[in-house]
């Protein structure tokens, strides 16, 4: 079991820009062999799919909504995933959560059996 714990959340203007990190702990001797993607929820709606990437870092996949605006990677030496978001936009505001899998990335959150506990990102117009 790995935990995951989200940071670098907060309010943004649109158009700002937010880096959201996720640490693992626990079986970190593990980390680079897992499949890691990133999830948000909006409040009244269903958790989607926003990106992930694979145990290498040499395939990643994006929510068409954030394509071109949106960057996952990882440091497989700290543990850690990122998720740099550019030209925020309010349709953004969310919980993200990370997630992680000893199986191949996947776009399906219920590929993921580990997941950290989300930090809210706020895009204000």
């Known amino acids: 079991q790995v935990q995951l714990v989200e940071s670098g959340g907060g309010l943004v203007q649109a158009g700002g820009s937010l880096r959201l990190s996720c640490a693992a702990s626990?079986?970190?001797?593990?980390?680079?062999?897992?499949?890691l993607g990133w999830f948000r929820q909006a409040p009244g709606k269903e958790r989607e799919f926003v990106a992930a990437?694979?145990?290498?870092?040499?395939?990643?996949e994006y929510a068409d909504s954030v394509k071109g605006r949106f960057t996952v990677s990882r440091d497989n030496a700290k543990n850690t995933v990122y998720l740099q978001m550019n030209d925020l936009k309010p349709e953004d505001t969310a919980v993200y959560y990370c997630?992680?899998?000893?199986?191949?990335?996947?776009?399906?959150?219920?590929?993921?059996?580990?997941w950290g506990q989300g930090t809210q990102v706020t895009v204000s117009s």
């Open positions: 990437i694979s145990w290498s870092g040499h395939w990643t």
């Open positions: 997630a992680a899998t000893p199986q191949i990335a996947s776009i399906n959150y219920y590929s993921y059996d580990n």
């Open positions: 626990g079986r970190t001797v593990s980390f680079s062999n897992y499949g």
